[in-house]
């Protein structure tokens, strides 16, 4: 058996192959650029491989409700060129494989609880903080998705009373996402993220807005482990930070494990959505395979 997996980004599209046991046959990291040079890439490098099945996680929001007329395309991304692109049909055009369909952070999420950090665990929470924030979601070892996909780097958080930073997001402006991502730091300092201080105060104002989003995050899904990934988390007194004040704001209300052990960095540095996609092909085929059994 081979799996293909694609781990969409709006940058990159990293594309791989991969045997029954999941050893990488190739990958390739292709820019992403229009549509039609980028999937022209896509196709080139898939071609070279009689695929069983194929996982893609994808930049969003997408459509995944399979009785909606936008089922597979991209919908309101900012990416120029890519809203309303039928991503899932012009690869299932292409390859009549079975395929699996989510987004990018859904498949991270689903890579960490199957080989990551959160492996052994049932449910788990990935966030990604880097230029945006995304979250996806595994809950009973399936992929979570309602009548859309989570997009949890759009909550609502409360604002630090001597914060006056506008917000970064073209949606939503103060929402978590456009006072915590990536850009709102160099926005704030004129200093990039990775170039700041240890000692700056803004990594506390960082670590409160990303505190206060897990502690929603607990409260609603209780999940077994939250694991966090992305640029702006290769910073170890970072993740202290927040764990810091995650266990003060919770103030012992619910019964979690301790902060250290519960909210973790990713286990698959820059691979969490490759490994995801690939995994969710696998999954994908066993699904169609029972199908056609009954």
């Known amino acids: 058996m081979l799996y293909g997996g694609i781990e969409a980004g709006g940058t990159k599209f ?6 029954d046991k999941f050893h990488v046959k190739e990958k390739i990291s292709i820019p992403t650029t229009d549509p039609q040079t980028t999937f022209k890439k896509v196709f080139a490098f898939f071609d070279q491989y009689p695929i069983d099945a ?7 929001p997408i459509g995944i409700q399979p009785d909606q007329e936008n089922y597979g395309h991209i919908l309101a991304t900012p990416k120029a060129g890519w809203r309303g692109v039928d991503f899932l049909g012009q ?6 494989v079975p395929t699996a369909w989510t987004t990018d952070v859904n498949a991270a999420a689903f890579g960490e609880i199957k080989q990551g950090a959160a492996k052994g665990k049932h449910s788990c929470i ?20 309602g009548i859309s996909h989570p997009e949890m780097g759009h909550l609502y958080i409360k604002r630090h009373p001597e914060d006056t930073y506008s917000g970064t997001c073209p949606y939503h402006k103060d929402c978590l996402e456009g006072l915590a991502a ?7 300092t004129g200093i990039k993220g990775e170039e700041l201080p240890l000692d700056h105060s803004i990594w506390d104002l960082q670590a409160n807005y990303l505190a206060q989003a897990l502690m929603t ?11 966090l990934g992305g640029g702006v988390m290769n910073q170890d007194h970072l993740l202290k930070k927040v764990q810091s004040q995650f266990t003060e704001l919770m103030a012992g209300y619910m019964e979690v494990p301790k902060a250290e052990e519960y ?14 996609a690939l995994l969710l092909a696998k999954k994908e085929l066993e699904k169609n395979n029972n199908r056609n059994l009954s």
Do not use: H
Request: hydrophobic fraction near 45%.
């Open 263 to 276: 909210i973790l960095r990713w286990g698959l540095p820059n691979e969490s959505g490759l490994i995801g």
């Open 217 to 227: 995050y607990t409260l609603i899904l209780a999940p077994e482990v939250i694991v």
């Open 14 to 19: 990293i594309c791989a192959v991969a045997d």
């Open 182 to 188: 990536g850009p709102s730091l160099e926005a704030r």
């Open 126 to 145: 990935y966030l990604t903080i880097g230029t945006g924030i995304g979250g996806g979601v595994v809950i009973n070892d399936e992929v979570f998705q």
């Open 91 to 96: 690869m299932k055009q292409r390859y009549q």
């Open 54 to 60: 194929m996982g893609i996680g994808s930049f969003g």
